[in-house]
């Protein structure tokens, strides 16, 4: 459950601090061709038993990152991505919260049908959700400031980490892992 970043350039990482909440933003700073870019890489409280406050908590704090402590920190306005299992989808209030506070949803124009990254079966409403936990944010700067710069973001849904899985009689597209005895790729996409 905690976060990781893998690099092949020379990284500098920190992992900052959400009051009330076990696990940090990590937050690492890459130079390329003598500009710094930032990735924030987020894992935030799971729905279970509730945690709507720590996600926003979360979101408080990734807000604070990308528009005071980078700023502060590079003496300038520097390109920043946010991604990772948020445990909210767009319209709930944390992940709009982002948006509000300037951060641009790159996933905002894919289909529902493409833009799930986990499924999930409501026993109470005996339905299957396909739900869009997982987000990639970007900051104004990531469209037009440094030497990267964002075009597009997509889910990766390639067929060999899928599996049908048989629920009350329908088959629902499924990422190929069991919980138990068959360990895939991810439960996410």
Known sequence: IDCAILSRHPLLVRSFSVPGFDRGILAGRVTIDGEPFYVLVNHWKSRYG??????????????????????????????????????????????????????????????????????????????????????????????????????????VQPSVMMRERNINGKDYVWPNDDYSTHIGYSDHL
């Open 50 to 155: 509730g945690g709507e406050e720590k996600r926003m908590a979360c979101a408080k704090k990734v807000v604070e990152i990308v528009t005071q402590w980078i700023p502060d920190y590079e003496g300038k306005t520097t390109g920043v991505v946010i991604m990772g299992d948020l445990n909210d989808e767009p319209h709930d209030a944390s992940v709009r919260y982002l948006r509000q506070n300037g951060l641009i949803d790159t996933l905002e124009n894919v289909r529902d049908d493409k833009r799930w990254t986990i499924p999930y079966y409501d026993r109470s409403a005996r339905k299957v959700l396909y739900q869009g936990f997982d987000h990639i944010y970007i900051n104004p700067a990531m469209k037009t400031a440094g030497p990267l710069r964002w075009v597009r973001s997509t889910v």
